[in-house]
């Protein structure tokens, strides 16, 4: 059984920062991408950041220089720092990860249970 734990979410001001943390575990033999979504009321669920098992990242240009996401391999976390938050990033965050486990032969998508960010003043 694999499990996605997703800490680090709250309430935060306008301009600024929190960091969202994930951490997978279980039977797990091998970790591809893993990345951050968010879902807004009323909205479908979107990319936020996305790193592969070798580093590169992928974020859209709305939270381009102002989110990074990073992954500690050995502790199979990945983290999203997120500065200069603005109301519109206001959202639930999932946090997922394609994971191979012990007992499989191919990649399967696990999703968090979601941490709620809000911004406002």
């Known amino acids: 059984q694999v499990q996605l734990v997703e800490s680090g979410g709250g309430l935060v001001q306008p301009g600024g920062s929190l960091r969202l943390s994930c951490a997978a575990s279980?039977?797990?033999?091998?970790?591809?991408?893993m990345g951050w979504y968010r879902q807004a009321p009323g909205k479908e669920r979107e990319l936020v950041a996305t790193?592969?098992?070798?580093?590169?990242?992928n974020t859209p240009d709305s939270v381009k220089g102002r989110f990074t996401i990073s992954r500690d391999r050995a502790k199979n976390t990945v983290i999203l720092q997120m500065n200069s938050l603005k109301p519109e990033d206001t959202a639930v965050y999932y946090c997922?990860?394609?994971?191979?486990?012990?007992?499989?032969?191919?990649?399967?998508?696990?999703w968090g249970q979601g941490t709620q960010v809000t911004v406002s003043s």
């Open positions: 279980g039977s797990i033999f091998s970790i591809n991408a």
């Open positions: 997922h990860a394609e994971i191979m486990p012990y007992s499989g032969s191919y990649y399967r998508h696990h």
């Open positions: 790193i592969t098992s070798g580093g590169v990242t």
